[in-house]
């Protein structure tokens, strides 16, 4: 299952990538990615980031489908 | 009518208020700006980038206006947020909502800062004198 | 810094905002312009005419003002208003204020209208498209 | 005892005069002043009717001073 992942501020920084494509297994939930992109750092940034899913925000169980565009929104300071 | 922008243009105040439409129905006009400040937490701050993810931050904020619109009969909103590398003292973001009474007015802006602020997908990294960055939340 | 106008010119809000120094310690400018309906209470307007005791009403406005200071850390307010006979659609009222913070703004903006609309002497007769006048309070 | 009274609005459309001189007993009191100028509508004005002597507001119980200049405020509605 193909998913691209978008990137922001300072995890976007992190990996010095704004965008990562990953072949996942069917059923995978949101809440896998951060450990699977951040190791050991993603216990501290589960707490603060949020996630959308083809620009819509959805909780850390939703599943991911086959095309789905995943952005990890670490948080937001507009204004 | 909403009018949505998000631009690497400075933001002229003088031709948004020139392009703002007036309508006879409506009594009051409330304007919000957010001005880059020269400091945060008591450091000296040089510069702010902004940085935004845009398809969504225009798609969330359309939901915040019509969230706003359920809850006050406001006739006018418009919204413009300047992202990329802003100095110190200019125009990060203009609110702009017109209604037949200001208590309306008043409430629907506030409501789309303080939501925008809470959701919108645009991140903010401060340069402070001393060189160092930091990102914001 | 204060600045209290009454005056009998319209108000040009476009100069307004190209004379309102900015300040890079302040996050937030808001500003309320009030605008003549084209109805009240269901009846058309067609003209409104504020009559003014100017003397007082800038005493009045200056003491509304530091209740405001006293209240919110406010850096700027700025107070303009517009007498005589006003066609439908003009702008009767403008006041802004910026602070560091935007609540301090919106709050102060808000009290400084709802307070001239109870204590200032500034009258207003509305002439429908009947032909009829009436003082309003 | 010589009082100026300037009149606005409503009141001065009343009266068709935006200002009156009045010669009052010492001690006359802001309150008595509605009557001497309107009569039997003083009534009705007295719920309405605010008053500030030399551009301050005063209650209506204010004794006026020689000199004193005393301005009827019918209900305002600036903005």
Same mark, same amino acid.
């Given at each position: 299952m193909?998913?691209? +992942? *978008?990137?922001?501020?300072g995890?976007? #920084?992190?990996?010095?990538?704004?965008e990562?494509? &990953?072949?996942l297994?069917?059923?995978?939930?949101?809440?896998? +990615? *951060?450990?699977?992109?951040?190791?050991? #750092?993603a216990?501290?940034l589960?707490r603060?980031t &949020?996630?959308?899913?083809?620009?819509?925000?959805?909780?850390?169980?939703?599943?991911?489908h086959?095309?789905? #565009?995943?952005?990890?929104?670490?948080?937001?300071?507009?204004? | 009518?909403n009018?949505?922008?998000?631009?690497?243009?400075?933001?002229?105040?003088?031709?948004?208020?020139?392009?703002?439409?007036?309508?006879?129905?409506?009594?009051?006009?409330v304007?919000?700006?957010?001005?880059?400040r020269n400091?945060n937490?008591?450091?000296?701050v040089?510069q702010i980038?902004?940085?935004?993810?845009?398809?969504?931050?225009?798609?969330?904020?359309?939901?915040?206006?019509?969230?706003?619109?359920?809850?006050?009969?406001?006739?006018?909103?418009?919204?413009?947020h300047h992202v990329?590398?802003?100095?110190?003292?200019?125009?990060s973001?203009?609110?702009?909502?017109?209604?037949?009474?200001?208590k309306?007015?008043?409430?629907?802006?506030?409501?789309?800062?303080?939501?925008?602020?809470?959701?919108?997908?645009?991140?903010?990294?401060?340069?402070?004198?001393?060189?160092q960055?930091?990102?914001?939340?």
């Open positions: 193909n998913t691209r +992942i *978008l990137l922001f501020a995890l976007r #920084e992190r990996l010095n990538k704004s990562v494509q &990953l072949d297994p069917q059923g995978t939930k949101v809440c896998e +990615i *951060l450990p699977i992109l951040f190791g050991e #750092e216990a501290k589960t603060c &949020l996630f959308a899913i083809n620009q819509n925000y959805v909780t850390p169980e939703t599943e991911l086959d095309g789905d #565009e995943l952005t990890l929104i670490p948080p937001v300071a507009g204004g | 009518m009018q949505i922008v998000i631009t690497k243009e400075p933001i002229c105040i003088v031709r948004l208020m020139e392009e703002l439409s007036q309508h006879d129905c409506c009594g009051a006009l304007w919000f700006a957010g001005i880059v400091e937490d008591g450091k000296p040089n980038y902004y940085e935004c993810y845009e398809p969504m931050a225009k798609k969330e904020l359309e939901k915040i206006v019509q969230e706003a619109r359920q809850k006050w009969p406001i006739h006018q909103i418009n919204i413009t990329g590398a802003l100095p110190v003292g200019s125009v973001l203009i609110v702009i909502a017109t209604a037949p009474h200001r309306e007015a008043f409430d629907a802006v506030q409501y789309v800062v303080d939501e925008l602020k809470k959701r919108v997908p645009i991140w903010k990294k401060e340069t402070y004198e001393s060189g960055e930091e990102w914001l939340h």
